[in-house]
């Protein structure tokens, strides 16, 4: 049966989308139908009337919700039902509600569970009690009682049938939908999260010491923090709890809710006081439990949804940052005591050589290490010097300088690279099927001389959750984590496009309509028939179906081929629209493509038929001017400032370059070139108010920012980007933004009577994070 809820989800979607149903209903079938996001966005805008995948992917996570909310609806009727107390108007409120919580409050007074105090009472006749002294406390409750005294039920005295009556009362009073739903928004308004650290555990738990006496407003936290907070509780350093309001004397104001909505008032009538007294015992022992539930819930979901959007567009920027492209690179994959593993790439990414060399301590062998490389580099006309950013990084980079002053002749370029996942790629399978005779510590210089190279097609082969842009990524739901990195990675690739004769598995893989099983398929047909010269050959690839080469083709190219167009994003069933151009303009495909002049006379609205529309023909316009064209930006580095190499060099007040390495709800991390990374805070990005720093900077910028403070002792630099600064900004009273150009802080934590709240300038909060992002936090001096 489809209830009317059910047949409005579209509806509900497109509302929330601000576009028209029938966009979302295309998408929907579209999606239904087996087509992928990238495939809907790009090439049946028509359809869809021109969702981006911005909103496509918004609409796909909305519609499994809303899908799963129905089915959970379909469930609760059926139970219901089965319990034979389904009326009409309970009904109606099951089929109207519009949320997972809303449906569950409804349902809980129905839920099976496990025989209450209440269901006892119930069987033992204590409801009758219950339901009169409700309705008339002129009735004094003891003597009330006395008429439900049955020991052969249970209830042993006057007092053992008051106890009864109050337990259904209670679960009464907590399972009501509408007060619980009131009340839980009261909470989230007005309550606090306090933290308090455990006895004894002052020490162990150092890396929390913001939060040992902390407390913050539910709708002030920021999601790392709230993370922090809970894996400071689970680590078992922090005590939480989660206080409805801040604490005053007498009754809580939500027992006066209770008691008002079921009539509960003390006006001296001998029932009032045990009602009242059964309000609080509610209010205190289910109410207040039940609410701490729901809202720690909602924090951490919260919570994990920014980390989770955060990481995401963290990967993004990483995936889409500007490649190197086809140029022979060294790559340097640092370390002391085992040395410096080396790896040499050609043009196409392929080993050429390898080697290890120990310029570091406790070797100390420099200038062997520099004819090493320099011979290296002349040998194979390397251009570019990939130096991962871990251990030794810095020292490493200082010895790739050394080698570009003693052989300017090489005119070699060195280029500091995120190291993050490298490891994991050298012991993966993928990594041993590739680089079978390789040992595992040089095929992490491989990876870093490839990420230089073309960063998209390296990172694809190591599992998004492994590269680590993220905070607290191991606390977070692996479902939902997953799912939003694997979207950004599919909208990357699909958005990049995918040379088919040069791809690995890995990335075929997240080709718009190509499994894992698929690519393998791919690059066997490749290897025992040689490179594609048509995209019409896929379909000769075993199990690559009409479906698949729909979903796919646009997005891979085959270069030089036979067909120039298949080295465009053209989809195969477009080039008739194509040919009618060329017939237009009287020249052949290869000379049109390019021919700007030629492309810009032609109308769109001349090649407009009932298949391809004008948003199809417009995008084949644009791509046969520039075709293939890589949307990602063109590649530049940074330059370290020389005799700037360790923090005790920086100064406040000197200007800098860096590389930004990761954006955080708080700030951005930048890479200035000391082996320690500077925090540039979101009060310090703009003269204007910024909401999200991601507005401002992205991972893999290079910015140039002026020091602000160094605090050697504690190894914290601090940074900015408005270069006029001339000291940190003024911190604002709380929850107001700086005035007259300062920029803004977020609402900073509360500080407790008895000490200083945790969070100061919103430096000081960040327990463990994960992967790469900790490190930034590490070398930024903050872990």
């Known amino acids: 049966m489809t209830t009317p809820l059910a047949a409005s989800i579209e509806g509900r979607i497109a509302e929330e989308l601000g576009v028209r149903e029938r966009q979302v209903q295309a998408a929907v079938d579209l999606l239904d139908g087996g087509s992928t996001v990238p495939f809907v966005a790009r090439y049946r805008k028509e359809a869809t009337g021109g969702l981006d995948d911005a909103q496509l992917r918004t609409l796909e996570e909305r519609l499994r919700y809303l899908r799963e909310l129905e089915e959970r609806r379909t469930a609760v009727l059926e139970s219901v039902r089965e319990q034979g107390k389904l009326t009409g108007e309970l009904e109606a409120r099951i089929r109207e509600a519009d949320t997972k919580a809303r449906l569950e409050d409804i349902y809980l007074p129905f839920k099976p569970k496990r025989r209450t105090k209440a269901q006892i009472a119930r069987e033992a006749g204590l409801e009758p009690l219950a339901e009169g002294l409700l309705a008339d406390p002129s009735v004094e409750p003891l003597a009330a009682a006395a008429a439900f005294v049955d020991a052969d039920k249970g209830v042993a005295d006057p007092q053992a049938a008051l106890d009864g009556a109050r337990a259904i009362l209670t679960e009464r009073f907590s399972e009501d939908a509408d007060l619980i739903g009131e009340l839980r928004e ?22 929390f010491s913001d939060y040992f006496d902390f407390a913050e407003a539910f709708a002030e936290l920021p999601s790392h923090r709230v993370l922090a907070l809970l894996r400071g509780e689970k680590e078992e350093v922090l005590d939480l709890v989660l206080e409805p309001e801040e604490p005053v004397e007498g009754p809580s104001s939500y027992e006066g809710i209770i008691a008002h909505r079921f009539g509960v008032a003390d006006r001296g009538r001998p029932g009032d006081k045990w009602l009242k007294d059964t309000v609080r015992w509610a209010w205190r022992t289910r109410v207040l439990v039940h609410l701490g539930i729901d809202l720690r ?283 009618r151009m060329v017939k237009t303009t009287g020249q052949e495909v290869a000379a049109l493509i390019g021919n700007t002049s030629a492309l810009r006379s032609l109308r769109p609205e001349q090649f407009v038929d009932d298949t391809f529309g004008l948003p199809t023909v417009t995008d084949i316009l644009k791509e046969l001017e520039k075709p293939g064209r890589d949307p990602r930006p063109a590649f530049r580095t940074a330059g370290f400032k020389e005799g700037v190499e360790k923090i005790t060099d920086l100064e406040p007040g000197m200007i800098l370059e860096g590389v930004v390495t990761n954006v955080a709800a708080f700030g951005a991390f930048v890479d200035v070139g000391v082996h320690q990374d500077g925090l540039v805070h979101v009060s310090a990005m703009s003269r204007t108010f910024v909401k999200d720093p991601r507005d401002v900077v992205k991972s893999g910028d290079i910015v140039r920012v002026k020091v602000l403070d160094v605090d050697i002792p504690r190894k914290r630099i601090s940074l900015t980007l408005r270069l006029e600064d001339e000291k940190t900004a003024e911190r604002p009273v709380r929850g107001e933004r700086q005035q007259r150009g300062g920029g803004q802080r977020p609402p900073q934590p509360r500080r407790t009577k008895e000490g200083r709240g945790g969070g100061g300038d919103g430096r000081r909060t960040q327990p463990p994070a994960d992967g790469a992002m900790a490190d930034a936090l590490r070398r930024a001096g903050l872990l």
């Open 186 to 207: 009261r909470m989230w308004t007005r309550g606090r999260l306090v933290a308090k650290v455990r006895e004894g555990k002052e020490e162990a738990g150092a890396k």
């Open 297 to 579: 819930l909602r924090l951490r979901t919260g919570a994990e949804d920014e980390a989770v959007r955060v990481f995401a567009a963290n990967l993004r920027d990483l995936l889409l940052a500007a490649p190197a492209g086809t140029r022979a690179t060294l790559g340097l994959d640092p370390g002391y005591r085992t040395g410096v593993k080396v790896a040499v790439v050609d043009a196409t990414g392929k080993v050429v050589a390898t080697d290890v060399i120990h310029p570091h301590v406790p070797a100390n062998r420099w200038d062997e290490a520099i004819a090493k490389l320099a011979r290296l580099a002349k040998q194979h006309a390397v251009e570019l010097i990939a130096i991962g950013n871990g251990t030794a990084s810095r020292e490493t980079d200082k010895l790739a300088g050394d080698l570009i002053a003693r052989h300017p002749e090489l005119n070699l370029t060195k280029v500091m690279v995120s190291e993050a996942g490298a490891s994991v790629y050298s012991a993966s399978a993928f990594a041993s099927q590739e680089l079978p005779d390789m040992d595992v510590s040089l095929r992490g210089a491989v990876s870093i001389a490839r990420r230089l190279q073309d960063p998209l097609a390296e990172l694809v082969k190591i599992d998004p959750r492994s590269i680590g842009v993220g905070q607290y990524q191991h606390d977070l739901s692996e479902v939902k984590l997953s799912r939003s990195l694997d979207a950004v990675v599919e909208d990357c690739v699909n958005g990049v496009g995918v040379d088919v004769n040069t791809a690995s598995t890995p990335l075929l893989a997240r080709v718009s309509g190509v499994s894992s099983s698929l690519a393998e398929n791919i690059v066997r047909h490749r290897d025992e028939n040689g490179p594609f010269r048509s995209r019409a050959e896929l379909k000769k690839v075993a199990r690559l179906g009409p479906k698949a080469y729909e979903q796919c083709a646009g997005f891979l190219r085959i270069r030089g081929g036979d067909d120039p167009l298949d080295a465009s994003s053209v989809h195969p069933e477009a080039y008739p629209v194509v040919r």
